[in-house]
Nanobody, 124 residues
Framework: QVQLVESGGGLVQAGGSLRLSCAASGRTFSNYAMGWFRQAPGKEREFVAAINHSGGATYYADSVKGRFTISRDNAKNTVYLQMNSLKPEDTAIHYC?????????????????WGQGTQVTVSS
């Protein structure tokens, strides 16, 4: 089992920045590729960003490319999502997730463990 706990969400004006953190506990963190997803009210959960086991490869949705940066610190068992130039359409609950097999997957089905989510609200 891997437990994931997100933090860092909040209310920010358009153009602002937030940094989300996801702290993992349980099994060896570096054995898992990690991803961030988000879900807005009435919409399906969608891929945001992913990072491989070592942190050497990153993947982004087109909607956040150039604005968001995913990173991880395996010594701290934590994955981060730096979000800059936020837009109202980024408003959603943001979730981190862990995959034991596939690095860079955009499918929720490839992720086994999920956090409880943290709310990000961007006002216009």
């Amino acid at each position: 089992q891997v437990q994931l706990v997100e933090s860092g969400g909040g209310l920010v004006q358009a153009g602002g920045s937030l940094r989300l953190s996801c702290a993992a506990s349980g099994r060896t963190f570096s054995n898992y590729a990690m991803g961030w997803f988000r879900q807005a009210p009435g919409k399906e959960r969608e891929f945001v960003a992913a990072i491989n086991h070592s942190g050497g490869a990153t993947y982004y949705a087109d909607s956040v490319k150039g604005r968001f940066t995913i990173s991880r610190d395996n010594a701290k068992n934590t994955v981060y999502l730096q979000m800059n130039s936020l837009k109202p359409e980024d408003t959603a609950i943001h979730y981190c997730a862990a995959s034991p097999l596939v690095a860079g997957s955009r499918s929720t089905a490839d992720y086994v463990y999920w956090g409880q989510g943290t709310q990000v609200t961007v006002s216009s």
